[in-house]
């Protein structure tokens, strides 16, 4: 069962305009959000994340809005760059277990 | 942040074989952690690695198939035993970073199993 879902695998966007990457949960139980990021080759990075007690938390380009009635989160990047293409992993904590759990991944292309 | 070594960075190995992966960090931690990435799918826990005690072991995994060693708070290894192609998988080391409340990972080792 996927906890954590991310339905999109892929997405391209053109240089300069907004990526909106998504994701899903089904475990109420999750009380914090992280975004990561991955190039070819080397482990994922951490982006930014969001406390369930908050619905938006914002950092640069990068945006995460958090719908806890929707159990949906969303990464906007604005504007996007080229730098940006690679693999989104979003991933769930639940504070009792100490364990992240990842969704699948989006891979964002953008292109000039 | 903490910076992740892992050694080898990719192995092609033979059915029946065992390969050990070897997870540096250049702090001392006190969770790490193991995950699987298989084409397609999302990062997998494996197990929790933890200092002078047994690995703490997720659902569908088993100490048997998935040795953990961690002698000291800087160090782990992870063996894949008896391989077969559906081992063929990135295999991930973690720190987990209570205080920034994130996981910093190694960047990850490519397995091929023929």
Redesign the interface.
Known sequence: D?Q?KQNS?SLSVQEGRISILNCDYTNSMFD?F?W?KKYP??????LI?ISSIKDKNEDGRFTVFLNKSAKHLSLHIVPSQPGDSAVY?C?A?SYNT????????TRLQVFP | SAV?SQKP?RDICQRGTSLTIQCQVDSQVT?MFWYRQQP??????IA?ANQGSEATYESGFVIDKFPISRPNLTFSTLTVSNMSPEDSSIY?C?V?MIVA????????T?LTVL
Do not use: H
Not at chain 1, 98 to 105: E, P, Q
Not at chain 2, 40 to 45: K, N
């Open positions: 996927q954590v695998p914090y992280l990561y080759a080397e482990g994922p990075t951490f994340s992993f991933a904590l100490d364990k992240l759990i990842f969704g699948t991944g | 992740i960075s969770m397609g799918q999302s990062l997998t826990l929790t991930l973690s987990g409340d994130t996981q910093y990972f190694g960047p990850g490519r």
